[in-house]
Structure formats: C-alpha cells, structure tokens
C-alpha cells in the first residue's frame, strides 16, 4: 500500500463516517470563521461536531459514539454529565446564577481550593484560566511596583496581550531578546509590537538561562510565570530541581514566582505533590465542574492589595467573576477530587504512556510519550523534548502526519487533540486505556507505508515490527 492509498483510506473513512459533521461544519462557516469558534478543537478536513456526552464517552451529529481521550483539553475531570455536578448545578439554577453580590459558596468554594492547595492563603475568583493569569502577573506588578516579566518560551498563558508572546505558535513578528542567548520575542497576530518591552523569554528547564536573567535583570522584574508541566508546548515535565531554583533565584531578585496551574491542577496540585510554593498560584478548567471559572491567589500580604477597605486597592470588577453557578458546580467537583482520584488518574497516566511507548516499539515507529500524572502528548522521534524548542523540531514537517494519526484515532472510535494531548476523567477505566494504546498501535502499523516515503527517519529498522491486525 502506498502513501496517497494510506491518506486518502483513513480520509475517506473518516468522510464517510461523518457526513452530519460535514454539513454542520458548512453551516457553521456562515455565522463563524472557519465554522467554529476556538482554535484548537478545529482540524482539517472539519471538526466532529458533538451532541452528547454521557460518562467517558461523546457522541457526533451521526450518532458514532467515542471514547473521549481529551476530557475538553484537560478542562473536566469527572467525565460527562456526572450526578453530583448535574445536581448542583440544576439546584443552583433555581435559586440563581448571578445575584449581584457576595454569596456563601464563594467563600465555600474557597475554603474547600485552600485544603487542596493551602498556599492560596488568599483568592479571587474570575472566569477563565485567561483572566486568571492575566490578575496575576497584575497583582505582581503592582505589589513590587516593577513592569519585567519573564515568562517560559512556548509556555500558554491564555489570550491576554502578555500570554501570546512566545506561545507556542506560528510567530508574526519578533523584536530581540533584552540578553544575548536568550530566545527573540515573539507577539502573536493583533499583539501590538510594543507589548514585547515588558516580557523576557527563557527556555524551559533552562536554569542557568534563568540565573542570568534574574541576576542581570532582577531589579526590573515583578514576576516569573512558568507551569508546572509545559503544557501547549508539548506535555513537558519540569526536569528535578527545575522550579526549586525558580524558587531560590525569585527571592534573591524580590520578585514574585507565578505557577500557571490551570492545566495541572488535574495533577494535583503540583506544589504540594513536590514541596515547591510560589507566590501566586492560578487554577481554572476543573475547579468550575465544566463550566467557566478562574481563580488567582496565593500569599495574604500580596492578595491584601485587592481588599477593598485599604487605602488604594486593586480595582477588580467582572459581573460574572465567580458567579454562583460555575461555583456551584466547582463546589461538587472539588469534592469528588481527593487523593483517590489524583492517584487513579497518576495510575492511567503512567499506564498509558508506557503503553503508548511499547506500541510504537512494537511496529518499528519512533515515538515517545510524555507527561506527568493525567496529562500525557505523544511525539514522533526517539528522543523526548526537554523545552518548547525541543517539540518544535519534532513537530516540523510531520503536521500531516499527526493529522493522519489524529483521524486514524477518531475512525477507531477515540476522540484526542490533533496536537496529541491526552487526558484522561477519573471515571477512565484502564481497560479503555489499554484499548487507546491498541488503537495507537494499530494506526502507527497502518501508517508504516506512508512513514515509510515521507518520513524514513522514523521507521526503526532493526526493530522488528510485529504484525498488528486492525480492530
């Protein structure tokens, strides 16, 4: 089989399965550019358009039903329509979604984040992991009175100005790095130019890069933001040490350490699991239960700023920033988030990803997972990337590829990101995980001839491949 057979099978056989989709995505291109509204969830040669979701499982406008592998890019954690989410959410609506004014579940919600993460000394509630980041490097700008901040290269921060320069995307213009050696600056489409004179950029599990920075720079800086776990930037973990010398070299420059652990919550939160406490800590996708809510918090003396019986403080408004519904639902989930949980979606992590190394072995395709507990990304190449650079190498020129992989997953009836991020609900059962890495297996064998002609460099030739029937 050739490598146009090898595309043109899986594409048709995704087409055929998904005309619904197909009519969907035309309709939607009349009201939303390209026919859908986040950048992300869309693909060529379109989107499934979904209709349901129940437990672990969506189903699309025809009726396939999927193995939901990506749990809305991390953002849910107890799967579809779980009970206690459901009825929190619908007891709350008849009692109100947004009254106006403070009410018992925000400090509710609040007291039970602070016992999962108790360097939230302090918190106010947004809505989204965007706003929340975007609070933050403000309440670090104004508590140390400087305007630097250094951010991680590739690291995804959310929409905000400040959080799409040196994201991990397509770069539209660059400015220079303020020291030599150190990545150019690079602002996203519509991110005015200017916006790169207040951000520094420094590669991931880099710390001597860090070290020059903050010794150099230190008495310009008001934050250091970095994630626990490289997120958009391919699932890369902090390597040991990493953030612990965050720690040490932001209190030499007086600024304050950001952990962006919107994403890592799903994790636990990572600070308690490895004894490293920043400043300020944001969280958002699973502490809504599925619906939008931000948080930003951490030390009392920093949060004080925003109290307003003080001379002077933080403005901050927002009419649904933490509004009783998102709390409401954030409330059940926190509360179906303990250490069993964490330690179910470590086990299906650690599960998978070997499993997900011994496939590609098993059929002669380099290619390695990475992750930490219910985050995972899979990458072509042998060698597991260390930064956002490092994924960048291994992305280039293999994005039909992924596509390929991506659609052969959904022919077989699992939904995952086109990127390769994958997560898992604590209602996983392993068996589903053990029939992901099957799949992927499956998919990789196909995808041999075409891998074979376009990307040689990847076949293991003295593997030995084992023959692998399809499901």
């Not at 660059?174 to 790169?196: K, M, Q, W, Y």
């Not at 903050?214 to 040991?240: F, W």
């Not at 499993?355 to 395709?365: K, T």
């Not at 990337?385 to 994005?399: H, I, M």
Request: with cysteine; proline share 7%.
């Amino acid at each position: 089989m050739n490598r146009h057979d090898v595309a043109g099978r899986i594409r048709e056989a995704y087409e055929h399965a998904t005309p619904a989709s197909a009519t969907a995505s035309h309709r939607a291109a009349r009201s939303l550019p390209g026919g859908d509204t986040r950048s992300m969830t869309w693909y060529p040669p379109y989107p499934l358009f979904l209709v349901q979701g129940e437990g672990t499982r969506v189903r699309d406008a025809d009726g396939h039903w999927y193995e939901d592998m990506i749990a809305n890019y991390g953002a849910l954690a107890h799967g579809h329509n779980h009970p206690a989410l459901v009825a929190a959410v619908t007891g709350q609506m008849t009692r109100g979604t947004a009254p106006g004014g403070p009410v018992p579940l925000q400090y509710e919600h609040a007291e039970r984040l602070r016992a999962l993460n108790p360097s939230l000394e302090r918190l106010r509630y947004c809505n989204s992991g965007t706003e929340a980041t975007m609070w933050a490097v403000r309440t670090a700008r104004a508590y140390t009175g400087r305007d630097l901040v250094v951010k991680i290269d590739g690291g995804y921060h959310g929409t905000h100005d400040w959080g799409q320069v040196n994201a991990f995307f397509a770069p539209q213009r660059t400015a220079p790095a303020r020291l030599a050696g150190l990545p150019e600056i690079r602002p996203a489409a519509g991110v005015a130019l200017s916006t790169a004179g207040d951000i520094v950029a420094i590669p991931y599990n880099d710390l001597p890069a860090a070290a020059t920075v903050l010794r150099g720079l230190g008495e310009q800086i008001a934050a250091v933001v970095v994630e626990p776990v490289l997120g958009v930037g391919g699932g890369v973990p902090s390597a040991p040490g990493y953030l612990a010398g965050l720690r040490r070299l932001t209190r030499e420059a007086g600024a304050l350490l950001v952990f962006d652990e919107c994403a890592t919550l799903r994790l636990g939160p990572w600070q308690v699991k490895h004894g490293v406490i920043p400043d300020l800590t944001t969280h958002s996708k699973i502490v809504g239960g599925g619906l939008p809510l931000g948080v930003f918090g951490g030390r009392e003396d920093v949060m004080a700023l925003f109290d307003p019986s003080r001379p002077h403080p933080v403005h901050h408004a927002g009419a649904f920033g933490g509004n009783s519904l998102s709390l409401a639902a954030g409330s059940a989930a926190l509360d179906h988030f303990g250490t069993d949980e964490i330690a179910h979606l470590d086990f299906l992590g650690d599960r998978l990803r070997a499993g997900l190394d011994a496939a590609a072995a098993s059929v002669g395709v380099a290619g390695r997972s990475v992750g930490e507990g219910g985050l995972s990304y899979f990458h072509f190449g042998g060698t597991p990337p260390r930064d956002a650079a490092d994924t960048a190498r291994l992305r280039a020129g293999r994005a039909e590829l992924r596509s390929l992989l991506h659609l052969s997953l959904l022919n077989a009836g699992f939904l995952t990101a086109p990127h390769g991020l994958l997560c898992q609900h604590v209602p996983t059962a392993p068996e589903s995980v053990d029939a992901l890495v099957d799949a992927y297996g499956n998919a990789l064998h196909d995808l041999r001839p075409y891998i074979a002609v376009h990307h040689p460099e990847l076949l293991e030739k003295d593997a030995g491949h084992v023959h692998r029937d399809a499901p």
